[in-house]
Structures are given as C-alpha cells and as structure tokens.
C-alpha cells in the first residue's frame, strides 16, 4: 500500500504539473492513470517513486513511512518496479541479461564485479517463461519486436521482486493487438502476486478492459476516480474535451530517453545455455 497526501508538483510560480491530490493505492489492484498528453499521467506516476519530486505534500510507502531521506527513497526504489514504453533496454545484451539487471538491486555494489549467482539466472529464466520469452532468452533483445522487448521489460520488473510496479504508458507504441497481450500478461502478474500495479494509459478502450481502477487526469487535476463501470459520458468530457472524441484520441510517441540502446558499438557474442546457467 502507497498513500500520496496532499501531493503536488510546481515547475515555476505559474507552470504547475500536477494540483494537490490525496491517493491510495492498494495490493491487488491495476489502477489506470487516464487522460490526454499533458494531463500530468506520467508526473503523478513518477512522484511515487520520486523521480519527480514534490513541490508539495508527501508519499508515504508501508513499512517504510514518508519517503522524505535518502535512505527511505532508495528502499522505496529497491522495491519499486518501473516499466517504460521506450523498454529501456541495451539492445547488444540478450533478453536473459537484460532481465538480470533487475537483480542488481537485491545485492550489495561488490557483487557485480563477479558473476551472478547461479540462482538469480534460473530465477531470471523464470521470469522470462511467465511472459511467454523463455525461448528467446540468448537472443539479442535488439532482435526482438516491439511486443516482445516490452515484455522483457516487464520479466525484468519482475527479476526485481517488488511490492509496486509502475508502467508509463507501456503499450503507446504497440498495436492493439501486442498491446491487448502486454496487458494481458500485466494484469495476470497483479492477480497470481498480489502485486499492485499502476499504469499510464490514453486509451480508453484498454483501460475499460484491463483497469480494477481508473484515475483520470485533466489539466493537473484528478477529474474521476472509481470503476470502470461508473465512468460515465460527462467525465469523459472531462477527461478529453468531448465524449466521441476518446475513442479517437491517438497515442502521442514520447521521445527516446537517453542514450541506453547505444550503450556500446559491439556486437556481443551469444553464449550458449550451459555457459550461462553453470
């Protein structure tokens, strides 16, 4: 469980991301964060695992308390997944090392300096044959469709074994199709491991099918909160500026983040199964 109280984001005295808002997330629910291209989706999900800071109110995370010290911050993190729609991925490193990366947090900084452990690689292994890339684990994750490097990234969300998982706009990118079967496979994670989940969505149709919760966001501000079922044409209007238009309403394509799909020039040379695990 994750309270937001009071919490809000002010960029200058008059450029204001996200209004006060009071939330509580709870185990074994997928919330959807809904609404158009700057509504404040991606800064509301961010503030909760301060990514980005708030100017205002604070983030209380159980058995932690007030994410307010460093300390406090990085056990929050530690057990904080976050799934970007840019995957975030290094392309020259297979789907298996990709998703070991997932494990760095659950050792102490000298660990890295020598191989992994023998159990994180099964348990990496594990992770990739619950979204269905078990097969696919030696090869190159730039290789990989678009689908499939997004559910890389969610088995590396899962390497980490968090108690929280934060998805900014997962399947933008991906066709309805792909984006149906991420969910999908999202949704199952939230259900099978108690996991809370909350995800950033334009689409309204999706987050219908896949939400236990919507929050819906409109200039700043939270314009609806509750069940699917209760979103109604009016907070549509709300939420999009008129009901027939949110069916229509594109996914905007963020741009890239950073430099991470370059990470190097070389090609990396696949190892075989045996190598890895022993």
């Not at 999900?45 to 010290?69: H, K």
Request: hydrophobic fraction near 40%; proline fraction near 6%.
């Amino acid at each position: 469980m994750i309270d937001l109280e009071k919490v809000a984001v002010r960029y200058t005295s008059s450029v204001v991301g996200l209004h006060p808002v009071s939330l509580r997330f709870h185990a074994d629910q997928m919330t959807v964060l809904l609404g158009q291209s700057g509504a404040g989706k991606s800064t509301l999900l961010r503030t909760i695992n301060l990514l980005t800071a708030p100017t205002e109110g604070e983030v209380i995370a159980e058995d932690i308390g007030p994410l307010s010290t460093p300390a406090a911050i990085r056990a929050h993190r530690c057990r904080t997944a976050m799934i970007f729609q840019q995957h975030q991925l290094i392309g020259r490193l297979t789907a298996l090392q990709n998703v070991m990366v997932g494990r760095v947090g659950m050792s102490p900084s000298w660990r890295t300096l020598f191989p992994s452990p023998r159990r994180d690689r099964l348990f990496a292994l594990e992770c990739l044959d619950r979204v269905g890339l078990a097969d696919r684990a030696l090869e190159r994750t730039s290789n990989l469709s678009g689908g499939q490097q997004q559910r890389v990234g969610i088995a590396r969300a899962l390497a980490q074994e968090p108690r929280l998982i934060l998805a900014d706009e997962p399947v933008a990118s991906l066709d309805p199709g792909t984006s149906h079967r991420v969910l999908t496979h999202l949704k199952d994670i939230v259900r099978e491991d108690g996991i809370p989940a909350i995800v950033s969505l334009h689409q309204l149709d999706l987050a219908r099918t896949f939400a236990d919760r919507i929050v819906a966001l409109a200039d700043g501000r939270i314009v609806f909160d509750g069940a699917p079922d209760d979103l109604t044409a009016e907070h549509l209007s709300r939420i999009y500026g008129s009901a027939d238009s949110a069916a229509a309403k594109p996914p905007t394509p963020k741009r890239a983040a950073s430099n991470q799909e370059r990470a190097a020039a070389s090609a990396s040379t696949e190892t075989p199964v045996l190598e890895i695990l022993d």
